[in-house]
């Protein structure tokens, strides 16, 4: 992998701490305004938008190029997933495309910790 994975989980890693910072503060009312369950949808997005952001960020320091599949992986998921939750919270919107986008953005987060944790049991590759 190169410096370009941790510059990029870098950017998203300090999206996320704004966004929560965001929710706490700055929206606070406007997420209550939208539905009752936004403060709760918003906090969920920022807490898994940042832990991804930052397990990203670590891979990314990796010189090891077995785990892009993983990194790219949990990276759309995480896009996914927040990006959706934070949708919802702000606009209250329930389509179909945004609803579904969070179980597929969970469900490729999951699976971008699995491929890191089959990476992980490889023998090194030469680099």
């Known amino acids: 992998m190169n410096v370009n994975y941790a510059r990029l989980a870098a950017i998203l890693a300090g999206l996320g701490v704004i966004a929560g910072a965001m ?15 936004a403060t709760g949808w918003w906090e969920t997005a920022s807490l898994y938008h940042l832990v991804s952001a930052l397990a990203l960020f670590a891979v ?12 790219w992986t949990m990276f759309a998921g995480t896009v996914l997933f927040s990006g959706s939750l934070y949708i919802m919270a702000l606009t209250g919107s ?31 590759e030469a680099v």
């Open 23 to 37: 929710g706490a503060h700055a929206l606070e009312g406007r997420l209550m305004e939208v539905d009752a369950k």
């Open 60 to 71: 990314g320091l990796s010189s090891n190029g077995k785990f892009v599949k993983g990194w």
């Open 94 to 124: 329930k389509a179909k495309a945004v609803v579904l986008a969070t179980p597929l953005g969970g469900s490729l987060i999951i699976a971008g910790w699995i491929l890191f944790a089959f990476a992980c049991s490889r023998p090194r």
